[in-house]
């Protein structure tokens, strides 16, 4: 019904950039809210970045004024650009879409995720 696509993730030094996408395919009618998590090891898996279908954003306090969501509904796809990255930025990092597929129905969907690694 869905399938969704993770890319972006790889090593970069502190101070670096990572630009992160997550490409939806399938029986989408519409998508709405899209979303980043992350989760590094120990640690709890945390709301990274939000964007509503209507363009409405918000952010984790640790990332911003660094990380910037944006969205492409003709492609279905969800980036996160990621600047000034710091060490402790390092964690998997995964999408969450809201979808309506065109059977009506609605559906939470995760990508598969993508490791980030921030280090020296």
């Keep these: 019904q ?3 696509v993770e890319s972006g993730g790889g090593l970069v030094q502190p101070g670096g ?3 992160l996408s997550c490409a939806a395919s399938g029986s989408i009618f519409s ?4 979303g980043w998590y992350r989760q590094a090891p120990g640690k ?3 709301l990274v970045a939000r964007i509503t279908n209507g363009g409405s954003t918000n952010y984790a306090d640790s990332v911003k004024g660094r990380f910037t969501i944006s969205r492409d ?3 279905n796809t969800v980036f996160l650009q990621m600047n000034s990255l710091k060490p402790e930025d390092t964690a998997v990092y995964y ?3 809201h979808v309506v597929l065109t059977s009506g129905r609605y559906l939470e969907v995760w990508g598969q995720g993508t490791l980030v690694t ?3």
Excluded: D, F, G, P
């Excluded at 998508?31 to 899209?34: L, P």
């Design 2 to 4: 869905v399938q969704v």
């Design 95 to 97: 999408c969450n879409l």
């Design 31 to 34: 998508i709405n809210t899209m």
């Design 44 to 46: 709890q898996r945390e």
């Design 17 to 19: 950039s990572l630009r």
């Design 73 to 75: 509904n003709a492609k």
């Design 118 to 120: 921030v280090s020296s």
